[in-house]
């Protein structure tokens, strides 16, 4: 089921992705994709999106660097817009495995080296962010250059009250 006309769906890549064909859109449910943690293991987004950490209720930003390593303090400037809200877990989807180098910072990102997941996502050559709510749909999808949309979704979405004291 798709709720792309959803009030929780808000797609700011609508109009870039247009013509490619099987793109998951705001509404959509997150497709899982192959990566490689930090640790050099094989692993999936699912295990991240479903449950992660024993939080069902929790919501997820994927930070997609567009297979463009410059991306990385684009991602990080959203991980911050969204730090006020302790039940959104952030992770980096990295294109090589430099930008995972640190493993304080490398914690939180995962490498797409084959460019799987950023192009089941529709996202190579286009640095974005994705929300992905806690039954496993889309949110929010938008460029990782305007942080500030994802601040003004999380602003609409969530009451006041839901942000970390």
């Known amino acids: 089921m798709a709720y792309r006309e959803s009030a929780l769906s808000a797609d700011h890549l609508k109009l870039k992705q247009a013509l490619k064909r099987g793109v998951p859109h705001a509404g959509d449910r997150a497709p899982d994709a ?89 996202l190579n050559g286009t640095p974005a962010l994705v929300l992905v709510r806690p039954d496993g749909h889309i949110a929010f999808r938008g460029p990782a250059g305007r942080p500030e949309l994802l601040r003004q979704y999380c602003e609409q979405t969530f009451l006041p009250s839901e942000q970390a004291a």
Not at 79 to 90: C, D, L, M, Q, T
Request: proline fraction near 6%; charged fraction near 20%; glycine fraction near 6%.
């Open 34 to 122: 192959d990566l490689i943690a930090f640790d050099g293991k094989s692993t999936t987004l699912f295990p991240l999106l479903y449950n992660a950490e024993g939080r069902s209720w929790g919501w997820n930003l994927l930070a997609f660097d567009g297979r463009d390593p410059a991306a990385e303090p684009l991602l990080r400037q959203a991980a911050a817009e969204v730090a006020p809200y302790s039940f959104i877990r952030s992770t980096l989807i990295v294109s090589a495995p430099e930008a995972m180098v640190e493993e304080a910072a490398a914690r939180d990102s995962l490498s797409d080296l084959d460019g799987a997941a950023h192009a089941t996502y529709g």
